[in-house]
């Protein structure tokens, strides 16, 4: 009888976790299909959150009429959105033009550039550039910036319903639960996980508008074009951490050798960006965000792979803001527990009830 209860059991373990196998591959498939929607989805989620926190304080100290407050954040929303996405794709095309019209320039400067590198080592180097089609690699990223201002328009209807519906929420999370207690402890969670990603958030634009001013300055005293599209790219890539410093000095250093073909401008300019990088980045940055978000390093990189792999350079942006939600959600899970342990940096898992104290009524009370 013990050996077939013991069969029994793992027979049911086997079961129970070639079901989680497939459950995953769906969630997978799904997110990876719907990934336009989901995307725009979540970029609206975290604006509303935004959103809400600006209309709260605006509200209350202003006494201006919630209606009111609310309208003229939808009216700015739609605004900022509609400029900043025809300005990312009136900056790429620039860049798409420039790199173009500069690129046999470049590509006669390569052999000067690699002549240090011995016979060999040239010669590969020299090889692998010339099999890379960097023109038509250019000119799908600008096919790619052109989705956006489908996508902004998409966000704005997210954002504009979600406000209609917000006066709603509190009740239908009680009738979701049937427990007025369990109610507000789900509007806590979320309430938290809104005005942590919203201190992030803040941050993260303050310090990468910094870093852009500093790059447009360097570009602009060298002497070189596209120094507003350089440092528009360097404040967007900034959002992503860890590797997104890396990827905009590298886009920089390209750009200044392709428009200039100087060897020891190139060096100069990306010595510059370089320490400009290092140093907001491992002071002002850490200095600022303090324990906003506690979280893994580690972690940070798997989740910048792992969204990357699935929404592409979007799911980047997004995955600070997903693993901190998860996080919370995770440390006030009993079974979930060890995921926060193991996403937080010293291993205490922070369930942000400290940032509940300033909610909006509408979340959190």
């Known amino acids: 009888m013990d050996q077939r ?9 086997l079961q129970t976790g070639f079901l989680g196998i497939i459950a995953f591959a769906l969630l997978l498939f799904m997110l990876v299909q719907a990934r336009f929607l989901l ?7 975290i604006l509303f959150s935004l959103t809400s926190d600006a209309i709260f304080a605006i509200s209350s100290r202003l006494k201006v009429p919630n209606w009111l407050a609310t309208t003229l954040a939808l009216i700015g929303i739609a605004l900022g959105l509609l400029w900043v996405s025809t300005t990312i794709v009136a900056q790429v095309n620039e860049v798409v033009v420039t790199a173009i019209a500069y690129a046999e320039q470049a590509q006669a400067a390569l052999p000067g550039l690699t002549e240090g590198l011995g016979p060999e ?6 090889t692998a550039l010339s099999n890379f089609n960097i023109t ?6 600008a096919g790619q910036a052109s989705g956006v201002l489908s996508g902004s328009v998409l966000v704005i209807l997210f954002v504009g319903f979600m406000f209609a519906e917000q006066v709603w929420f509190p ?7 049937n427990d007025p207690v369990k109610a507000l402890q789900v509007r806590r969670i979320i ?4 005005h942590r990603v919203n201190r992030y958030l803040v941050v993260k634009t303050a310090v990468s508008g910094v870093t852009a001013i500093a790059v447009w300055l360097i570009f602009h005293l060298a002497g070189l074009e596209l120094a507003a599209a350089v440092a528009l790219l360097t404040f967007v890539l900034n959002f ?3 590797v997104g410093s890396i990827i905009a000095t590298a886009i920089a250093v390209v750009l200044v050798f392709v428009l200039s073909g100087d060897t020891t401008l190139t060096l100069l300019v990306g010595t510059a960006c370089s320490l400009v990088q290092f140093i907001i980045g491992n002071v002002l940055d850490p200095m600022l965000l303090g324990q906003t978000l506690r979280l893994s390093s580690f972690g940070i990189i798997l989740s910048l792979a792992f969204w990357g792999a699935v929404w592409g350079i979007p799911g980047m942006f997004l995955a600070v803001p997903i693993m901190v939600a998860l996080m ?36 959190a009370a």
Do not use: F, Y
């Open 5 to 13: 209860s013991g069969e029994a059991v793992l027979r049911e373990r």
């Open 39 to 45: 995307i725009s989805l979540a970029i609206a989620i």
């Open 121 to 126: 080592a040239q010669e590969r180097v020299l």
């Open 136 to 141: 038509g690699w250019i000119r799908s990223l």
């Open 171 to 177: 009740s239908k999370m009680e009738r979701l639960t």
């Open 191 to 194: 309430s938290s996980i809104m």
């Open 240 to 242: 992503i951490p860890s």
């Open 328 to 363: 919370i959600v995770c440390a006030h899970i009993p079974w979930l527990r060890p995921v926060a342990v193991l996403l937080s940096r010293e291993g205490l898992p922070d369930d942000g009830s400290s940032d509940n104290s300033e909610a909006p009524p509408s979340i």
